[in-house]
T-cell receptor
Framework: KNEVEQSPQNLTAQEGEFITINCSYSVGISALHWLQQHPGGGIVSLFMLSSGKKKHGRLIATINIQEKHSSLHITASHPRDSAVYICAVAVGGGADGLTFGKGTHLIIQP | NAGVTQTPKFQVLKTGQSMTLQCAQDMNHNSMYWYRQDPGMGLRLIYYSASEGTTDKGEVPNGYNVSRLNKREFSLRLESAAPSQTSVYFC???????????????FGPGTRLTVL
């Protein structure tokens, strides 16, 4: 069973700060997902990656397959970035669902 | 497109009652999933359906049954609800069968279930 660990569990920062959220997993994967859960509860996919780096706006996700580690970065953070960020991994074909970390609760203060 | 819809949004049951959570997607996706989310824990997979006509157990299937009614709909049934099933339930779908995990999962808005 793949264990997915996220750190930190909680993070409070000031608007404009550079944010890093980390994710590590215990066994080999086919892909890693980063998701965002809004305060209202909805969950949306931010990134899927199996190698290297992806960027979307102010969000950057990286993965190191050898070290079994991924990071999610937020540049120029804003209060609207406040949410729970969830790391999840897929093993094998991926049709059998994802294994999730517990999430990182991020609060950006104005 | 509505995406993934779930009904009901909220439900309160008494121990021993039964109910069915409904999920539908209008994106012509092949795979559908049921997850539960509990405080202090990550989302956990209950059951999944890789394609129409197939269902498989996930990490926490005990106490649940599922039906993949057609390509659009995937329901989750609690036959005899227990307080341990108090949770938020999310349905999700994804397009491809064999994508190596590189396939976006689209989530429904969730059902908040309380079992007294």
């Amino acid at each position: 069973k793949n264990e997915v660990e996220q750190s930190p569990q909680n993070l409070t920062a000031q608007e404009g700060e550079f944010i890093t959220i980390n994710c590590s997993y215990s066994v080999g994967i086919s892909a890693l997902h980063w998701l965002q859960q809004h305060p209202g509860g909805g969950i949306v996919s931010l990134f899927m990656l199996s190698s290297g780096k992806k960027k979307h706006g102010r969000l950057i996700a990286t993965i190191n397959i050898q070290e079994k580690h991924s990071s999610l970065h937020i540049t120029a953070s804003h209060p609207r970035d406040s949410a729970v960020y969830i790391c999840a991994v897929a093993v094998g074909g991926g049709a059998d669902g994802l294994t999730f970390g517990k999430g990182t609760h991020l609060i950006i203060q104005p | 497109n509505a995406g993934v819809t779930q009904t009901p949004k909220f439900q309160v049951l008494k121990t021993g009652q039964s109910m069915t959570l409904q999920c539908a997607q209008d994106m012509n996706h092949n795979s559908m999933y049921w997850y539960r989310q509990d405080p202090g824990m990550g989302l956990r997979l209950i059951y999944y359906s890789a394609s129409e006509g197939t269902t498989d157990k996930g990490e926490v299937p005990n106490g649940y049954n599922v039906s993949r009614l057609n390509k659009r709909e995937f329901s989750l049934r609690l036959e005899s609800a227990a307080p341990s099933q108090t949770s938020v339930y999310f349905c999700a779908s994804s397009e491809a069968l064999w994508s190596g995990g590189l396939d976006t999962q689209y989530f429904g808005p969730g059902t908040r279930l309380t079992v007294l």
